[in-house]
């Protein structure tokens, strides 16, 4: 009986770790990718001023700013110190640089979850897998961890398509501090980060999230045929 307890918990742990694995290293793929490149090319010119190749460096320079490992009070200057093109001015002001550290902290936690996940699951199919009368249990986490992030990665890219705004709006809310997200259309970070902008990395996070998860699941189902 103790055994099967402790094989019920392993098999949820994969379970549940399996779509913020999937979800959560979408994300960082994303963040680590060149996607203001490709995002560009698509949406509008911003209606301010700022040329294609400026856009473009300082979006570069926020996503360098996130993908540092130090923490956001450490690296904030990196922000702080970008000026205006041909201006003294800072390109974000305070308010924009707050929160830019709340994001950071956000972006920092979602990689700490996602190592914590990753270990779960390569822990957990390791032991399940390396001892073959467990690999039926492994093969079914496995189909099943695979077959939750479809379910809930469906359910996510269906409210972006239908109920953008109310996402985009509840997202920010379950996140940040009343007040400190919303900014002005001539304020850089929206002139660097449009709501389209948003939209599609919205899109392309949930419907590749999506994808891996009927990728493991199709990969569990295989080994469950198998045995």
């Known amino acids: 009986m103790e055994n099967k307890t402790l094989l019920n918990i392993i098999r949820w742990v994969i379970i549940?770790?399996?779509?913020?694995?999937?979800?959560?290293?979408?994300?960082?793929?994303?963040?680590?990718?060149?996607?203001?490149?490709?995002?560009?090319?698509?949406?509008?010119?911003?209606?301010?001023?700022?040329?294609?190749e400026e856009r473009l460096?300082?979006?570069?320079?926020?996503?360098?700013?996130?993908?540092?490992?130090?923490?956001?009070?450490?690296?904030?200057?990196?922000?702080?110190?970008?000026?205006?093109?041909?201006?003294?001015?800072?390109?974000?002001n305070e308010a924009e640089i707050g929160h830019m550290v709340?994001?950071?902290?956000?972006?920092d936690g979602i990689r700490t979850i996602w190592w914590v996940t990753a270990v779960l699951i390569i822990l957990g199919l390791a032991f399940l897998l390396l001892q073959p009368a467990?690999?039926?249990?492994?093969?079914?986490?496995?189909?099943?961890?695979?077959?939750?992030?479809?379910?809930?990665?469906?359910a996510i890219a269906l409210f972006i398509a239908v109920g953008w705004s109310v996402f985009f709006v509840q997202f920010h809310e379950l996140l940040f501090p009343p007040g400190t997200w919303t900014f002005r259309y001539?304020?850089?970070?929206?002139?660097?980060?449009?709501?389209?902008?948003?939209?599609?990395?919205?899109?392309?996070?949930?419907?590749?999230?999506?994808?891996?998860?009927?990728?493991?699941?199709?990969i569990g189902f295989i080994l469950m045929r198998k045995v």
């Open 16 to 52: 549940i770790a399996m779509p913020f694995f999937l979800g959560l290293g979408m994300i960082r793929a994303v963040i680590a990718w060149d996607y203001p490149s490709f995002e560009y090319q698509r949406i509008q010119p911003d209606q301010f001023g700022f040329t294609p």
């Open 57 to 92: 460096f300082y979006a570069h320079a926020t996503l360098d700013y996130l993908q540092r490992p130090e923490p956001s009070e450490e690296v904030i200057y990196l922000l702080e110190d970008l000026r205006l093109p041909n201006s003294d001015d800072p390109l974000y």
């Open 102 to 107: 709340d994001v950071k902290d956000l972006t």
């Open 134 to 154: 467990l690999r039926p249990v492994g093969f079914r986490a496995i189909y099943q961890g695979g077959l939750a992030t479809v379910i809930i990665l469906a």
């Open 186 to 218: 001539s304020d850089s970070l929206i002139r660097l980060f449009p709501e389209r902008f948003w939209f599609d990395i919205g899109v392309i996070m949930s419907v590749g999230s999506l994808l891996l998860g009927v990728i493991v699941t199709g």
